[in-house]
């Protein structure tokens, strides 16, 4: 069976601009979350969607946000980048609720 | 909220030898206890996990172990190999539906 995938693995972008990264859950997995990694603050919780519908959100900024789709395939999108932006964001899903399988990232430098 | 301490930050062993990393935790509501192995340029993969209900649990060479009243688990690896080498984090979260909070992590070196 295929792992999280998230696309793109790396993204650079500069100040004031936006992205959107994506991630694939593992086939038959309906709920989605959403970490940002940095050395400076570890792993925090960004949002975590079931059946397209947001469930939780972390302490983040309005500028981050995020959906899922039909198909559970979900994105995430962050406006105005900021240099703190930097970081791996980690998508990770689970079947119903009981053990999360993280995708592999996307690194976004914000330059 | 839950807030999530764990150690040490680094740890080098000799291979062959155990391994033990320490985490604690605040909120008495969490139930659930994962451990992620993450290696460098990868996602953190889940390697045991135990809930409140247990107070131990082992799959070959890791085990944890659990203690509600002082709020506290730990991770045992043993026989460690140079494959173990990699960075590791505890997690607590009050259900597996939940939002995980995060040890910082432990960078563990095994040394040939």
């Known amino acids: 069976k295929a792992g999280v995938t998230q696309t793109p693995r790396y993204l650079i972008k500069t100040r004031g601009q936006q992205v959107t990264l994506s991630c694939s859950p593992i086939?038959?997995?309906?709920?989605v979350s959403w970490y940002q990694q940095t050395p400076g603050q570890g792993l925090q919780f960004l949002f975590e969607?079931?059946?397209?519908?947001?469930?939780n959100k972390g302490n983040f900024p309005g500028r981050f946000s995020g959906r899922q789709f039909s198909n559970s395939r979900s994105e995430m999108n962050v406006s105005t980048l900021e240099l703190g932006d930097s970081a791996l964001y980690l998508c990770?899903?689970?079947?119903?609720?009981?053990?999360?399988?993280f995708g592999p990232g996307t690194r976004l430098t914000v330059l | 909220g839950e807030n999530v301490e764990q150690h040490p930050s680094t740890l080098s062993v000799q291979e062959g030898d155990s391994a033990v990393i320490k985490c604690t935790y605040s909120d008495s509501a969490s139930n659930y206890f994962p451990w992620y192995k993450q290696e460098l340029g990868k996602g953190p993969q889940l390697i045991i996990d135990i809930r409140s209900n247990v107070g131990e649990k082992k799959d070959q060479r890791i085990a944890v172990t659990l203690n509600k009243t002082a709020k506290h688990f730990s991770l045992h690896i043993t026989e460690t190999q140079p494959e173990d080498s990699a960075v590791y984090f505890c997690a607590a979260s009050m259900n597996t539906g939940n939002q995980f909070y995060f040890g910082t992590g432990t960078s563990l070196t095994v040394i040939p």
């Open positions: 969607y079931f059946s397209e519908t947001q469930r």
């Open positions: 990770a899903s689970t079947p119903s609720f009981t053990q999360w399988f």
């Open positions: 086939s038959g997995h309906r709920s």
